[in-house]
């Protein structure tokens, strides 16, 4: 009969394995930890476009994705996890992650950076896609350290096309004919450091 | 000027005294009301859920009937099934209303988190588990009408955490098959609203389990004795019946044990009240010895003193206990995050059901409790003898 329970126990908690559906790190002291080996701490902040500026914040970050923000998954209201990293008192870098429509299922693109606005490290926590296992690589994401908002500026996540003389130029699709979820990617990067720039580098100028 | 305001005037000379003891009173009232409503909440999520499920029989393979752990420890492969022809045998039984083969598969998903995940698929009969499962309503799109089309329902959360939406492609890691969504559920505040449902046709052969079922969800007729029909299922091979109402009557059997365990902290909480409230009233008798002495002097009767002492118990306790009430329903939320947090296992809905019948009772209890304790400083009170009284303050 216990058996029985946990069985009726685990029918009923499926539901919570997908309860989670902001973009938040699934074991934060770990991802952290290993995000920013020298760290101490961190301290989670929670932001939305609707309380830190409504409509016309989003008109802004809209025209600087260059890209309207579409469906149910990316509304006005959506909440952004930012974790705030610390080394004893003073913060040292932050980890923010964005959710990203991809073309089999929801993708969720982490990037930890530095006080001074340049990614130290890319993580994609979560991507059902062709080319996972390419993007998903090791060698996918670093090549994306040391850039910066700067970077993407001439990137248009609607044609997808990339300068030859931008830096983006030298990220390579790692699975060409595997779809757009390359540039989905790109798009959710992008979206990422927006919104970083907004909520933290740029907060105080505006 | 009555016997209600010369009691309330006696307990505002002693406003602190006074307060503490309500306060006092008012958390005894929070913890009975908080656990009173615990108790309706979890009874009645349990039904919901249990009620939810469509179905009040569930028929699994035997020695197997833990899809669920089977498949958050292994995936797909160690399940254990049974064969498709089992829905005509238990269909052919008089009892059964309805009746809804599933096939429960998982693989695993290694781009899921750090270390990768089992992505759980439920195959329906488009027919019959739609029909069984009324209460499921569509936030966008419909059934699947054919149980071989490569198509996929999305309960909510699914929806949300996949960011679906009608005419989206949903990939099936591992396998590498592209299935059409044609359906988001509302929430429903169940476990459907997690699941990813495929067509059974559709499971059975993108894993190659043709002919084959994880379970069988059966209702049963009106008025049918469950027990009887479940020891008759047990005739057929190699099946283990799971009774819905056995599992809750179970549930609640030990959620039972854990209710007595706190009942009897909340009635030690009311005890401790009381001991407070007679206190509270003696140290206050106890002072104004000579002062009953006095009124007693001037001619008031032993009842009129016994009835201003028990009418000073009745207002502090009816406002403690109206102040913890009001305190539970403002807290129920909070109290319900925190039972969430520390419990295994909850149903959906309110967890704390409060209304007025649950307070009502509450506060009959408080006042009737501190109107016990109120009897004997009320009693010494109506005894004190007024010249002896009054002597007493004279020296």
């Not at chain 1, 890209?67 to 996890?81: M, N």
């Not at chain 2, 913890?31 to 179905?55: A, C, K, M, Q, S």
């Not at chain 2, 059964?96 to 750090?114: A, I, S, W, Y």
């Not at chain 2, 149980?147 to 939406?165: F, H, I, M, S, W």
Request: hydrophobic share 45%; with cysteine.
């Amino acid at each position: 009969m216990r058996k029985i329970i946990v069985f009726i126990f685990l029918l009923a908690s499926s539901a919570v394995a997908f309860a989670a559906v902001g973009c938040d790190l699934n074991d934060p002291d770990r991802d952290i930890a290993r995000l920013f080996p020298g760290s101490s701490g961190y301290k989670t902040v929670y932001l939305s476009i609707k309380t830190l500026g409504g409509e016309q914040l989003l008109e802004r970050v809209e025209s600087r994705l260059g890209d309207k923000f579409q469906g149910l998954f990316e509304t006005i209201d959506v909440p952004y996890t930012l974790y705030e990293v610390y080394k004893s008192k003073v913060i040292i870098g932050y980890v923010h992650g964005v959710n990203q429509k991809g073309d089999y299922g929801g993708i969720q693109v982490f990037l930890a950076m530095g006080t001074n606005g340049l990614i130290k490290s890319f993580y994609i926590q979560r991507l059902t896609s062709k080319a996972a296992k390419e993007l998903r690589s090791k060698q996918f994401g670093a090549q994306f350290a040391g850039l910066s908002l700067k970077d993407f500026k001439d990137y248009s996540p609607v044609t997808g096309k990339i300068n030859a003389t931008s830096p983006l130029s030298s990220i390579k699709n790692p699975s060409p004919g595997s779809g757009k979820d390359f540039e989905h990617v790109l798009r959710a990067v992008k979206k990422n450091l927006i919104l970083m720039d907004e909520f933290v580098y740029s907060k105080g100028a505006k | 000027m009555n016997i209600y305001s010369v009691a309330y005037k006696n307990l505002l000379r002693k406003k602190i005294r006074s307060s503490l003891t309500a306060g006092g009173i008012a958390l005894s009232a929070w913890v009975l009301v908080t656990l009173l409503g615990f108790n309706r909440g979890y009874e009645n999520g349990l039904n919901r859920d249990i009620d939810n499920l469509g179905f009040q029989v569930l028929l699994t393979a035997k020695g197997c009937p833990y899809e669920a752990a089977t498949l958050m420890l292994k995936g797909g492969t160690g399940l254990r099934y049974i064969k498709e022809d089992m829905v005509k045998a238990v269909t052919a039984n008089p009892e059964v209303e309805k009746v809804t083969p599933m096939l429960m598969q998982g693989v695993f998903d290694p781009n899921k988190g750090e270390n990768g995940a089992v992505a759980a698929y439920l195959g329906v009969d488009a027919l019959t588990f739609p029909e069984m499962k009324k209460y499921l309503e569509f936030k966008e799109g419909a059934w699947f009408k054919d149980n071989k089309a490569y198509e996929a329902v999305l309960g909510y959360e699914a929806a949300e955490l996949e960011q679906r939406e009608v005419g989206d492609k949903l990939l099936i890691p591992g396998i590498n098959a592209e299935v059409t969504v044609v359906g988001v559920l509302k929430r429903s505040g169940t476990q459907d609203d997690g699941t990813i449902f495929l067509p059974i046709g559709t499971v059975q052969s993108l894993f190659s389990k043709k002919g084959q079922l994880t379970a069988l969800g059966i209702k049963v007729k009106k008025d049918t004795d469950i027990d009887a029909f479940e020891n008759r299922l047990y005739d057929l091979p190699d099946v283990q019946v799971v009774s819905l109402a056995q599992v809750k009557s179970t549930i609640m059997g030990l959620v039972a044990s854990a209710k007595a365990i706190v009942m009897a902290l909340a009635f030690i909480a009311v005890l401790i009240a009381m001991a407070g409230v007679i206190n509270t009233i003696l140290m206050s008798v106890m002072e104004r010895t000579p002062e009953i002495g006095i009124i007693k002097s001037m001619g008031a009767m032993p009842l009129d003193v016994f009835k201003m002492i028990w009418t000073e118990t009745a207002i502090l306790c009816a406002a403690g206990g109206l102040a913890g009430i009001f305190l539970s329903l403002l807290t129920a939320k909070l109290s319900e995050a925190a039972i969430r947090h520390f419990l295994p296992y909850t149903p959906n809905g309110a967890l704390i059901a409060s209304d007025w019948r649950i307070a009502a009772t509450a506060l009959l209890v408080i006042i009737a409790g501190g109107l016990l304790s109120g009897l004997y400083p009320a009693w010494r009170a109506s005894r004190v003898r007024p010249l002896e009284a009054i002597r007493t303050e004279g020296n």
